[in-house]
């Protein structure tokens, strides 16, 4: 049953992405994460960034138990991280990233993506602004 209706819930949201329902039509939702990706800076020096990795991971672990990092993760096949921020302003996750060892010592640097609640959701009967 469960996976039946989170393959209804994917269909919804898809089809209501589709023609017609692009979420460009539909008002902007606020930021309430930012997804941020960190990779190397080309041509680091891989030992260079490893002798700074003890310094970088107690500031990440510190971001985290402050609670400015909520999820962290490896990236798959290369070297780099993907953090979840508590944060809403890139400018300020911007510079608490660059404050941490490897940004100081100019070796990664971060993209970072806003996120905000599923756009698409708000066509659901009873869900645009407004509606009772």
């Known amino acids: 049953m469960k996976k039946s209706v989170t393959f209804s819930f994917i269909a919804l949201v898809l089809s209501l992405m589709g023609a017609g329902h692009a ?4 008002p902007p939702t ?18 260079a960034a490893r002798a700074i990795l003890p310094a970088e991971v107690r500031e990440t672990v510190k971001l ?11 990236l798959q096949g290369r070297p780099g991280v993907a953090f979840i921020l508590n944060l809403t302003d890139p400018a300020a996750a911007h510079e608490m990233l660059e404050k941490l060892p490897l ?10 993506i806003p996120l905000a609640p599923l756009n698409p959701l708000r066509q659901l009967q009873g869900m645009a602004p407004g509606s009772p």
């Open 23 to 26: 979420q460009t039509t539909t």
């Open 30 to 47: 606020p930021t309430t994460r930012i997804l941020a990706i960190g990779t190397l800076n080309p041509g680091v020096d891989p030992v």
């Open 64 to 74: 985290y138990l402050d609670g400015k990092i909520e999820q962290w993760y490896s």
């Open 103 to 112: 940004g100081q010592a100019h070796l990664m640097s971060f993209e970072l």
